[in-house]
């Protein structure tokens, strides 16, 4: 079986990874005009200002979409057969939206808008993968 493709470190997704391995989510955010940019960019997607600062946030969110995988082709995630990649959108600002698998719950309770909180998950010593938990009614995860 093919091992799980990991993330590749680099210049621009370095503070996001480097979170994760400290179970932080971390995403990128200017300090002009205050808004978060992910996936991480060179600049401001919003004013094109050069210089964004590392910044963690809540992670917690609501479920923008998902799919279920059911069939093999995508190596090193067969023995996760069925599984689902969601969209979320984080509480921090409308249209901030990260990527990762649910755990702990099956895809049938999931419903666009449902609350979502962030786990993380370590793969080896190197690389730790947000993922996401519905969150319970308290705010916590279930």
Known sequence: MAELPLPVRDDLNRAYWDGAQAEKLVILRCPA???YTHPPRAMCT?????ELVPTEVSG?????????MHSKGNP????????????????EQKDLRVIGNLVGGQPSDLA???PMQVVFEKVNEDITLPQW??????G???
């Open 33 to 35: 005009c205050q808004a």
């Open 46 to 50: 919003t004013c094109w200002h050069e």
């Open 60 to 68: 917690r969110g609501t479920l923008y979409s998902w799919s279920v």
């Open 76 to 91: 090193g995630f067969e023995d996760r057969l069925p599984y689902a990649v969601l969209i979320v959108e984080l509480a």
């Open 112 to 114: 666009i808008g449902t």
């Open 133 to 138: 938990r519905i969150a319970a009614a308290d």
């Open 140 to 142: 916590g995860v279930r």
